[in-house]
């Protein structure tokens, strides 16, 4: 008789790593060690500043055997920073804190394939370095600080074997002038139980249509997966975001969208939700080519795009208005009124003539704020 299928959980990203390299001035740090014994792996020992003596291929060809790699290493630029926005689109007011390059799963649109110079994964252990200077940040100035860990990674994707989140949750727990942001497309979130978070870390995931989260995201839980990991993290008392980005067009896209967003709100408690953003595909001009090369079948990157003010192609204007006035009358027909929705990186114009009202997009940074302090 055949064996009744198991639920089965999706794959930790960070399984994937097959080799770890650990620069020689790190390798007395019991943070090195921990790591190699999460991840089960002996670490090999290289000179600072070298190159994991690896024979990768030629690039693009590179990156699928470099995201098996994962270099520990010392960070020895700036820990912490404001999010790399552009003045011509309403930016947020993030402030990025570097954790670590690269990432174990694969998008077929990561904009990190055109933007990182190595193949392999990188992690910075010297965190008594960042979090002097989170410490600096705080004590130094009266501003509020919302922080995300995933502008060059994935948030959660390496935390089984680093371990870094629930340090970060810890550290945020009493910080009044600040909120965490935890971006992910994964499932690792069972370590996150029980930490004392006092409500000052928000777990966000981005979302996209169905067929887009099959077929682009590589290594990537799925949509039941990562709304069923939300609704745990709420019930955990975490307060979470989502963010549909990038939108693409494809065929089908309003059903798709549509059906995202349906599930979203048939699983996750509307009121848990802090914000929901919506960013259309923008990416830099070279990525077509590197991406196509590695996903033939990626058709959507054959669609028309204009050359944005930020030098990111994008779609044409009208496009964008369509699907964001699309997913928007959706979300506010299900969304709290305490959610803040909003768009990432586009013009007043934009915002304008998808209902928002005018002078909305330049109160962004306070309404995210406002919308956090509601959660508290
Ligand atoms: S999950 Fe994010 S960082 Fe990782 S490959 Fe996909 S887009 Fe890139």
Redesign the pocket.
Known sequence: MPEKSLPTMPPD?SHHIRQIFIEEGCAHLPYVQEICERAQLEGLVIADRTEPPVSYGSFPKNLQSGKQHLLLCKNRGAFFKPCPGTREYRCCDYHVLNIGM??????S?????AYLNNPWLTFFVNTDELFAELDLAFTRTTQFWRIGT?E???SL?LDHITGLSPLLIRYMRDKKRGVLEL????VAINHLAGLDHNGRTIIAW?LNAPAIMAKE????ASLDERLAAARQVAAMGYKVAFHFDPIIYHQGWQEGYRATIKKLFATVPAEKIAWISLGALRFLPPLKAIALSRFPGSTFFHEEFITGLDNKKRYFRPLRVEMYTHILAELRAVASPHTCLYFCMESDEIWQECGFAPGKSQSLPDDLDQAFARTL
């Open positions: 990203p690269g990432c174990p799963m694969d998008c649109y990561c904009i990190l394939q995933g060059f990674t994935d994707a971006k992910t497309k994964s981005s995201e590589i290594r990537t």
